[in-house]
Nanobody, 119 residues
Framework: QVQLVESGGGSVQAGGSLTLACVAS????????MGWHRQAPGKQRELVAS???????NYADSAKGRFTISRDNAKNTVYLQMETLKPEDTAVYYC?????????????WGQGTQVTVSS
């Protein structure tokens, strides 16, 4: 079982930046692909970005050019750097550990961290 703990959420004005971090327990972090999902009020949870064990990143169209996912296997940590934030980025952001096949399949989930972007 992998436990994931997110941090770095908060409130920011439109155009601002935030960096989320997610620390994973256990020694198998490097064997998982990692991802970030988000869920806004009244909307379905959506994949924002994922990164494979080899460091290949994929992004939702809404995140391309503004968000950067990265991982540090030595620290069991995955990051989501978010820039030029918009009010529509307001959501609870969830870290997950999963598998990369034809697409990213999340398996383990963190508790989430709130990101609020005001206009």
């Amino acid at each position: 079982q992998v436990q994931l703990v997110e941090s770095g959420g908060g409130s920011v004005q439109a155009g601002g930046s935030l960096t989320l971090a997610c620390v994973a327990s256990g020694s198998r972090f490097s064997t998982y692909s990692m991802g970030w999902h988000r869920q806004a009020p009244g909307k379905q949870r959506e994949l924002v970005a994922s990164i494979s064990t080899g460091g290949r990143a994929n992004y939702a169209d809404s995140a391309k050019g503004r968000f950067t996912i990265s991982r540090d296997n030595a620290k069991n940590t995955v990051y989501l750097q978010m820039e030029t934030l918009k009010p529509e980025d307001t959501a609870v952001y969830y870290c997950n550990a999963g598998l990369q096949g034809d697409r990213y399949y999340p398996i383990h989930w963190g508790q989430g961290t709130q990101v609020t972007v005001s206009s």
